[in-house]
Each structure stands twice: as structure tokens, then as C-alpha cells.
Nanobody, 122 residues
Framework: QEQLLESGGDSVQAGGSLKLSCVATGYKYQTHCEGWFRQVPGKEREGIAAIYDDGRSTYVAPSVRGRFTVSQDKAANTLYLQMDSLKPEDSAVYYC???????????????WGRGTQVTVSS
């Protein structure tokens, strides 16, 4: 059974760091896109980082560029999101996504994890 399992969400002070992990299990093929989205109540799910085509290219949204880094460990089927210099506005539920589209839109994602909460206090 295909599954994406996120971990690493926590409550931190502004300026702190967290590293999220997403382990993919049960998939029988290599995907062209794996990424991270986040969502706060009342707002649309926002695509913030992705890796395309086995790491040949990456994308990080302008809102987090320079603070967040996306990476992967193919051998461990794990996607990571390193988040540094966290701000209160980064507080959200962070979701792992598989089979995402080139423009990282939520409506184009085929598989979702259940999410992990990140809370940044000032």
C-alpha cells in the first residue's frame, strides 16, 4: 500500500530550525516530482519546495527561499525539508506530496501525506 509519512514537526521559537522528513513506502515506480506544501486554516495549500526528475532540479518558493532547503535520500526513499531562521508566519501544517506538477499546485498532486504541524512562536 502506497504511503507518505511525514515527521519532524514541532513547536520552536522564532529563529530556530527544524528538519522535516517524508518516507515513501509501497510505490513501485520513480516519480518525477516530490515536494512539500503547507497550509494554515482558511487558506489554500501552498507549494513551497520540490525536487524534480531524481534531483536534476529543485524549486523553492520565494517566500522561503534562502531559509528552506529541499533534499532527498533516494536509497532511503526519504524527502527532507530543512527549515532555518523560522518565522511565526511559517506556522502551518506541512504536507509531503508525490507526483506533483511543474508549477507545484495543490490540485495537480496525486499523493499526499497526512501532514505534520509546525508552530513558530515569537
Amino acid at each position: 500500500q502506497e504511503q507518505l509519512l511525514e515527521s519532524g514537526g514541532d513547536s520552536v521559537q522564532a529563529g530556530g530550525s527544524l528538519k522535516l522528513s517524508c518516507v515513501a513506502t509501497g510505490y513501485k515506480y520513480q516519480t518525477h516530482c516530490e515536494g512539500w506544501f503547507r497550509q494554515v486554516p482558511g487558506k489554500e495549500r501552498e507549494g513551497i519546495a520540490a525536487i524534480y526528475d531524481d534531483g536534476r532540479s529543485t524549486y523553492v518558493a520565494p517566500s522561503v527561499r534562502g531559509r528552506f532547503t529541499v533534499s532527498q535520500d533516494k536509497a532511503a526513499n526519504t524527502l527532507y525539508l530543512q527549515m532555518d531562521s523560522l518565522k511565526p508566519e511559517d506556522s502551518a501544517v506541512y504536507y509531503c506530496a508525490r507526483d506533483c506538477g511543474p508549477r507545484l499546485r495543490a490540485g495537480e498532486v496525486r499523493y499526499w501525506g497526512r501532514g505534520t504541524q509546525v508552530t513558530v512562536s515569537s
